[in-house]
């Protein structure tokens, strides 16, 4: 993985405003880990993806995290202040590629959700359905007794089982916060995202750059790709001088 410039970075924005998150991922990816090929970054584990996700948040906007909650209990904002370390020490150590079950004389192989998987459901509105979408792409064999069956023939036991053996060989994908709210004192654990996260980051990086970018063209006569080689602290000092 390497760090990407800001005009790198800003084509990935550009090019991932109109597309799902999932493939946003992608092509943060992609851009930042040429020696992989976009089907194996497809193909990792959710957690092992945000994994990578968090290193190049780090790499892109350094340690420090900071962010806006909201307490369920009684709505008042909290800010969130935290440093990617402590993210980092939640994701765990990996994920496994392929795992086995084996109950009621059922017998499945099953892999983690992928970025593909996560695509494929993203319009799904019914979340039973989207539930089982994800489950049969994840379900890699299943047999009763020797014998291969269709996903519709899983008793219930079996699905939930394999439900939680998807998370006990992802523990990555869900990563959640421990908060306490200071004025009501509710306590709750929150899921956190961290391609959320990170894009609302960049969203917020790419309109400041692209108005310096604006200013200074305006002021200098400057091209974008001009202003974008000078230093975010060497622009900051032609805007203050403007």
């Known amino acids: 993985m390497r760090a990407l410039s800001e005009l790198e970075l800003l084509n990935a924005w550009e090019l991932g405003q109109c597309q799902t998150p999932p493939l946003r991922a992608l092509i943060l990816l992609a851009s930042s880990c040429p020696e992989y090929s976009l089907d194996s970054i497809a193909g990792l584990g959710t957690g092992v993806r945000d994994c990578f996700l968090l290193t190049l948040r780090e790499i ?37 590629s392929e795992g086995t079950i084996s109950l009621y004389g059922y017998d499945l192989k099953v892999r983690p959700v992928n970025t593909y998987d996560l695509q494929s459901i993203v319009r799904l509105k019914d979340l039973s359905r989207a ?61 956190f995202d961290i391609l959320s996260f990170f894009w609302i980051e960049i ?34 000092i032609y805007m203050e001088m403007s």
Not at 77 to 82: H, I, P, S, V, Y
Not at 151 to 175: C, N, R, S, Y
């Open 203 to 236: 969203e917020s990086w790419a309109h400041h750059t692209l108005r310096e970018v604006h200013l200074l063209a305006e002021k200098y006569g400057w091209s974008e790709s001009d202003i974008l080689s000078l230093s975010p602290n060497r622009r900051r």
């Open 60 to 96: 892109t906007f350094g340690q420090l995290m900071l962010g806006l909650i909201s307490c369920p209990e009684c709505r008042e904002k909290l800010e969130l202040n935290f440093e990617v370390n402590d993210l980092r020490s939640k994701f765990g150590s990996g994920s496994e």
């Open 131 to 191: 539930r089982d979408e994800l489950l049969q792409r994840c379900i890699l064999k299943i047999e009763y007794q020797g014998n291969a069956l269709p996903f519709d023939g899983l008793p219930k036991d079996v699905i939930e089982a394999v439900e939680a053996k998807l998370e006990e060989m992802d523990p990555m994908a869900d990563v959640r916060l421990a908060l306490s709210c200071p004025s009501c004192g509710h306590k709750w654990e929150a899921p």
